[in-house]
Protein backbone atom coordinates (compact mmCIF):
# COMPACT_ATOMS: atom_id res chain seq x y z
CA UNK A 1 0.00 0.00 0.00
CA UNK A 2 1.15 3.76 -0.60
CA UNK A 3 0.80 6.24 1.70
CA UNK A 4 -1.00 9.35 0.41
CA UNK A 5 -0.75 11.34 3.00
CA UNK A 6 3.04 12.24 2.17
CA UNK A 7 2.51 12.82 -1.60
CA UNK A 8 3.26 15.72 -3.12
CA UNK A 9 1.30 17.24 -6.26
CA UNK A 10 2.88 20.14 -8.55
CA UNK A 11 0.80 21.55 -11.27
CA UNK A 12 3.77 22.07 -13.24
CA UNK A 13 1.41 20.13 -16.32
CA UNK A 14 -2.17 21.69 -15.80
CA UNK A 15 -3.71 18.43 -14.69
CA UNK A 16 -7.31 17.52 -15.60
CA UNK A 17 -8.19 14.02 -14.87
CA UNK A 18 -6.46 12.19 -11.83
CA UNK A 19 -7.44 8.89 -11.68
CA UNK A 20 -6.00 6.56 -8.47
CA UNK A 21 -8.70 4.15 -8.64
CA UNK A 22 -7.57 0.63 -6.73
CA UNK A 23 -4.44 2.08 -5.78
CA UNK A 24 -3.81 0.91 -2.43
CA UNK A 25 -3.66 4.14 -0.98
CA UNK A 26 -3.81 4.92 2.63
CA UNK A 27 -3.63 7.85 5.36
CA UNK A 28 -5.65 11.31 4.12
CA UNK A 29 -5.75 13.16 1.21
CA UNK A 30 -2.78 15.81 1.09
CA UNK A 31 -2.43 19.51 1.21
CA UNK A 32 -0.82 19.67 -1.83
CA UNK A 33 -3.52 18.08 -3.89
CA UNK A 34 -5.29 21.81 -4.04
CA UNK A 35 -2.41 22.74 -6.33
CA UNK A 36 -4.13 20.55 -9.29
CA UNK A 37 -6.13 23.66 -9.62
CA UNK A 38 -7.05 22.68 -13.18
CA UNK A 39 -8.39 19.35 -12.27
CA UNK A 40 -11.69 18.38 -12.87
CA UNK A 41 -12.34 14.76 -12.45
CA UNK A 42 -10.71 13.06 -9.50
CA UNK A 43 -10.97 9.19 -8.89
CA UNK A 44 -10.52 7.94 -5.70
CA UNK A 45 -12.84 4.72 -5.40
CA UNK A 46 -11.84 1.56 -4.25
CA UNK A 47 -8.80 2.52 -1.77
CA UNK A 48 -7.89 2.53 2.20
CA UNK A 49 -8.06 6.10 2.21
CA UNK A 50 -9.18 7.88 5.59
CA UNK A 51 -9.97 10.83 7.78
CA UNK A 52 -12.71 13.26 6.92
CA UNK A 53 -13.17 14.57 3.46
CA UNK A 54 -9.73 17.39 3.34
CA UNK A 55 -11.03 20.56 2.85
CA UNK A 56 -8.53 21.03 0.41
CA UNK A 57 -11.12 20.40 -1.96
CA UNK A 58 -12.51 22.70 -2.17
CA UNK A 59 -10.08 24.70 -3.71
CA UNK A 60 -10.66 22.84 -7.06
CA UNK A 61 -13.35 25.36 -8.39
CA UNK A 62 -13.08 23.15 -11.87
CA UNK A 63 -14.15 19.73 -10.13
CA UNK A 64 -16.93 18.52 -12.06
CA UNK A 65 -15.99 14.39 -11.06
CA UNK A 66 -15.34 13.49 -7.74
CA UNK A 67 -15.21 9.87 -6.59
CA UNK A 68 -14.42 8.57 -3.32
CA UNK A 69 -16.85 5.76 -2.91
CA UNK A 70 -15.45 2.33 -0.89
CA UNK A 71 -12.97 3.77 1.24
CA UNK A 72 -13.02 4.34 4.67
CA UNK A 73 -14.02 8.43 5.26
CA UNK A 74 -16.05 9.45 7.97
CA UNK A 75 -17.21 12.16 10.46
CA UNK A 76 -19.69 14.32 8.07
CA UNK A 77 -20.38 15.27 4.46
CA UNK A 78 -18.42 18.63 4.01
CA UNK A 79 -21.07 21.30 3.52
CA UNK A 80 -18.37 23.75 1.98
CA UNK A 81 -19.91 23.43 -1.43
CA UNK A 82 -19.91 27.39 -2.48
CA UNK A 83 -16.63 27.07 -4.38
CA UNK A 84 -17.35 23.70 -6.28
CA UNK A 85 -20.75 24.50 -8.06
CA UNK A 86 -19.53 22.90 -11.09
CA UNK A 87 -19.20 19.90 -9.42
CA UNK A 88 -21.94 16.99 -11.52
CA UNK A 89 -21.07 13.23 -10.56
CA UNK A 90 -20.40 12.73 -6.67
CA UNK A 91 -19.92 9.40 -4.92
CA UNK A 92 -19.72 8.86 -1.65
CA UNK A 93 -21.00 5.10 -1.70
CA UNK A 94 -19.24 2.45 1.01
CA UNK A 95 -17.59 5.11 3.44
CA UNK A 96 -18.17 5.62 7.27
CA UNK A 97 -19.84 8.89 6.99
CA UNK A 98 -22.25 10.15 9.89
CA UNK A 99 -24.45 13.07 10.45
CA UNK A 100 -27.19 14.39 7.88
CA UNK A 101 -27.32 15.72 4.37
CA UNK A 102 -26.30 19.06 4.37
CA UNK A 103 -28.58 21.55 2.68
CA UNK A 104 -25.49 23.12 0.93
CA UNK A 105 -25.46 19.76 -1.57
CA UNK A 106 -28.81 22.12 -2.39
CA UNK A 107 -25.99 24.84 -4.10
CA UNK A 108 -24.70 21.98 -6.17
CA UNK A 109 -26.87 23.30 -9.32
CA UNK A 110 -24.83 21.31 -11.99
CA UNK A 111 -25.20 18.16 -10.18
CA UNK A 112 -26.48 14.75 -11.82
CA UNK A 113 -25.09 11.64 -9.82
CA UNK A 114 -25.35 11.88 -6.33
CA UNK A 115 -25.28 8.96 -4.36
CA UNK A 116 -24.16 8.54 -0.35
CA UNK A 117 -25.36 5.01 -0.16
CA UNK A 118 -23.88 2.53 2.48
CA UNK A 119 -23.15 4.61 5.09
CA UNK A 120 -25.37 3.45 7.96
CA UNK A 121 -24.49 6.60 9.76
CA UNK A 122 -26.02 9.25 7.98
CA UNK A 123 -29.30 9.85 9.49
CA UNK A 124 -31.65 12.72 9.60
CA UNK A 125 -34.20 13.00 6.46
CA UNK A 126 -33.74 14.10 2.32
CA UNK A 127 -33.21 18.02 2.08
CA UNK A 128 -36.75 19.89 0.89
CA UNK A 129 -33.98 22.02 -1.30
CA UNK A 130 -32.55 18.58 -2.94
CA UNK A 131 -35.47 19.09 -5.45
CA UNK A 132 -34.23 22.38 -6.79
CA UNK A 133 -31.30 20.55 -8.59
CA UNK A 134 -33.32 19.63 -11.66
CA UNK A 135 -30.70 17.83 -13.65
CA UNK A 136 -30.46 15.21 -11.01
CA UNK A 137 -30.45 11.76 -13.11
CA UNK A 138 -29.68 9.15 -10.39
CA UNK A 139 -29.85 9.66 -6.65
CA UNK A 140 -28.95 6.88 -4.20
CA UNK A 141 -29.36 6.63 -0.55
CA UNK A 142 -29.43 2.83 0.45
CA UNK A 143 -28.11 1.07 3.49
CA UNK A 144 -28.33 4.03 4.95
CA UNK A 145 -30.00 5.31 8.37
CA UNK A 146 -31.73 9.01 6.50
CA UNK A 147 -35.77 8.77 6.81
CA UNK A 148 -38.54 10.54 7.15
CA UNK A 149 -41.15 11.16 4.03
CA UNK A 150 -40.03 12.59 0.70
CA UNK A 151 -40.38 15.71 -0.15
CA UNK A 152 -42.56 17.09 -2.45
CA UNK A 153 -40.09 18.82 -4.28
CA UNK A 154 -38.56 16.26 -5.38
CA UNK A 155 -41.50 15.83 -8.59
CA UNK A 156 -39.25 18.39 -9.85
CA UNK A 157 -36.90 15.31 -10.86
CA UNK A 158 -38.09 15.28 -14.63
CA UNK A 159 -34.61 13.58 -15.52
CA UNK A 160 -34.04 11.30 -12.66
CA UNK A 161 -33.27 8.04 -14.29
CA UNK A 162 -31.70 5.41 -11.09
CA UNK A 163 -33.73 6.20 -7.93
CA UNK A 164 -32.41 3.80 -4.78
CA UNK A 165 -33.38 4.17 -1.28
CA UNK A 166 -33.42 0.41 -0.36
CA UNK A 167 -33.12 -0.74 3.55
CA UNK A 168 -33.06 2.99 5.10
CA UNK A 169 -35.55 4.46 7.10
CA UNK A 170 -37.90 6.35 5.05
CA UNK A 171 -41.58 6.80 5.37
CA UNK A 172 -45.10 8.08 4.92
CA UNK A 173 -47.15 8.13 1.39
CA UNK A 174 -44.62 7.76 -2.14
CA UNK A 175 -44.90 11.27 -4.07
CA UNK A 176 -48.31 11.32 -6.61
CA UNK A 177 -46.83 13.37 -9.13
CA UNK A 178 -44.87 12.85 -12.49
CA UNK A 179 -41.60 11.45 -11.11
CA UNK A 180 -39.23 11.13 -13.85
CA UNK A 181 -42.27 10.69 -16.17
CA UNK A 182 -40.02 10.02 -19.23
CA UNK A 183 -37.40 8.85 -17.82
CA UNK A 184 -36.83 6.96 -14.94
CA UNK A 185 -35.87 3.55 -15.50
CA UNK A 186 -35.06 2.22 -12.29
CA UNK A 187 -37.06 2.60 -9.13
CA UNK A 188 -36.00 0.80 -5.70
CA UNK A 189 -37.49 1.14 -2.26
CA UNK A 190 -37.16 -2.17 -0.69
CA UNK A 191 -36.88 -2.38 3.22
CA UNK A 192 -38.41 0.92 4.32
CA UNK A 193 -41.70 1.93 5.72
CA UNK A 194 -43.84 3.30 3.04
CA UNK A 195 -47.43 3.58 3.58
CA UNK A 196 -50.67 4.14 1.82
CA UNK A 197 -50.78 2.98 -2.20
CA UNK A 198 -48.53 3.07 -5.06
CA UNK A 199 -49.45 5.62 -7.07
CA UNK A 200 -50.00 4.80 -10.89
CA UNK A 201 -47.86 8.06 -11.70
CA UNK A 202 -45.04 6.30 -10.89
CA UNK A 203 -45.92 3.84 -13.56
CA UNK A 204 -45.80 6.53 -16.10
CA UNK A 205 -42.57 5.98 -17.66
CA UNK A 206 -41.95 3.87 -20.62
CA UNK A 207 -38.34 3.74 -20.04
CA UNK A 208 -39.24 1.45 -16.41
CA UNK A 209 -36.76 -1.52 -16.23
CA UNK A 210 -37.02 -2.19 -12.70
CA UNK A 211 -39.83 -1.77 -10.00
CA UNK A 212 -38.77 -2.62 -6.67
CA UNK A 213 -41.32 -1.82 -3.82
CA UNK A 214 -41.53 -5.07 -1.74
CA UNK A 215 -41.03 -4.88 1.94
CA UNK A 216 -42.89 -1.92 2.94
CA UNK A 217 -46.29 -1.06 4.58
CA UNK A 218 -48.21 -0.61 1.26
CA UNK A 219 -51.80 -1.40 0.92
CA UNK A 220 -52.50 -3.12 -2.62
CA UNK A 221 -55.45 -1.95 -3.81
Same mark, same amino acid.
Given at each position: ??????????? +?????????????????????? +????????????????????????? /????????????????????????????????????? /?????????????????????? +?????????????????????????????????????????????????????????????????????? +??????????????????????????????????
Amino acid at each position: MADFTTTLFYD +ACNVEKLNLVRYGLRGIIPESL +ANLTMLQVLRLSENDIEGTVSPYLW /NLSSLEVLMLDRNQFGGVIPNQTDSITNLAYWNLNFN /NFHGSLPESVCNLTQIEFLTVA +ANSGLTGTIPDCLGNLTKMDTFYAYQTSIGGTLPQSLCNWDKIEYFALLGSQFSGSLLDCPFGANSLKYF +AIRNNYFTGSIPSTLCASNQMISFDFVTNLFVLV
